[in-house]
């Protein structure tokens, strides 16, 4: 990428006002082919129903709560994020357990939840400030009868939201 092209893509990360433009940017610059899912828990067996094998992997994130500090003049925002890389597996999950889950099924999740993260935290909504951001990555082989295996993530992000 040539400086002129950084200083753009610097220029729209600025203009990232709100934590969901910045998070579904992020998602698409990670490399996912298809949108962002929000949704509840309670809702994620029905989408994931929805979706063909084609459609994999799916990016499922719940929506955002959050935590308010105001700090020397500045309103600080902190974001506890939920959220599911998930895909199918092409044969019954009852005939598939093997070490090859791993490589081609939780690994490449992983990957693209650390991509994800790389360019979240690359935006300008994202506090400096407070570092380090922890994310925690779990394996998840749920839901086998509809064979979904990938990860789910836990972070806490800090948004900047006003300076005052």
């Known amino acids: 990428m040539s400086v002129a092209e950084q200083v753009r893509e610097r220029e729209i990360l600025a203009g990232h006002s709100t934590l969901l433009e910045a998070v579904k940017w ?26 063909n094998f084609n459609d994999y992997p799916v990016h499922m994130i719940t929506p955002f709560g959050s935590k308010l500090i105001w700090l020397n003049g500045r309103v600080k925002t902190q974001i506890p994020m939920y959220g599911w890389i998930l895909r199918r597996i092409p044969v019954k999950t009852h005939e598939y357990r093997s070490g090859a889950v791993e490589d081609l099924y939780m690994q490449p999740m992983r990957k693209l939840a650390k991509d994800f993260f790389r360019e979240l935290l690359d935006t300008m909504i994202i506090d400096q400030e407070i570092t380090p951001v922890n994310i925690t990555i779990n394996p998840e082989y749920g839901n086998t009868e509809v064979g979904l295996f990938g990860i789910s993530y836990v972070a806490t992000i800090n948004v900047l939201e006003q300076v005052s």
């Open 26 to 51: 992020s998602h698409a610059r990670a490399g996912f082919s298809k949108d962002l899912v929000f949704a509840k828990l309670d809702e994620a067996k029905e989408i994931m129903d929805k979706y």
